[in-house]
């Protein structure tokens, strides 16, 4: 087992969603799990708002075709939206907003190796 910061963003910064909802295939990538082995990603994300409003934040996790879609509230710091999620085989994970650049989400991956 191993921790790692989202592929994006190897030094731990976050990722800004500069993508409009709905998830439309041009979204915003959050992180790209694991391929080639029978390795899983545990994926734990947590957003910050920092609109005037609460905003609406979308997920497209691997290859699922509904979305995960969670209301972030403003200005109430980090939001977790998914703890310890499992996602493996170089499927991805992206976002999308209902307001562009206000949203910016921060995580961690826990690698789990499979000898």
Same mark, same amino acid.
């Given at each position: 087992?191993?921790?790692?910061?989202?592929? =994006?963003?190897?030094?731990?910064?976050?990722?800004? *969603?500069?993508?409009?909802? =709905?998830?439309?295939?041009?979204?915003?990538?959050?992180?790209?799990?694991?391929?080639?082995?029978?390795?899983?990603?545990?994926?734990?994300?947590?957003?910050?708002?920092?609109?005037?409003? =609460?905003?609406?934040? @979308?997920?497209?996790?691997?290859?699922?075709?509904? %979305?995960?879609?969670?209301?972030? %509230?403003?200005?109430?710091?980090?939001?977790?939206?998914?703890?310890?999620? %499992?996602?493996?085989?170089?499927?991805?994970? @992206?976002?999308?907003?209902?307001?562009?650049?206000?949203?910016?989400?921060?995580?961690?991956?826990?690698?789990?190796? *499979? =000898?």
């Amino acid at each position: 087992m191993s921790k790692r910061t989202l592929s =994006p963003q190897t030094d731990g910064d976050g990722i800004r *969603v500069s993508t409009l909802a =709905p998830i439309d295939g041009s979204d915003t990538l959050i992180h790209t799990a694991v391929s080639g082995t029978d390795d899983t990603d545990l994926v734990t994300l947590y957003a910050y708002n920092k609109h005037t409003a =609460p905003v609406s934040l @979308e997920l497209k996790w691997g290859d699922s075709t509904d %979305p995960i879609i969670v209301m972030i %509230p403003h200005k109430a710091g980090l939001f977790l939206i998914v703890d310890s999620l %499992p996602i493996k085989d170089a499927n991805t994970i @992206e976002a999308s907003a209902g307001t562009v650049d206000v949203v910016t989400i921060y995580g961690s991956v826990v690698r789990i190796d *499979v =000898p």
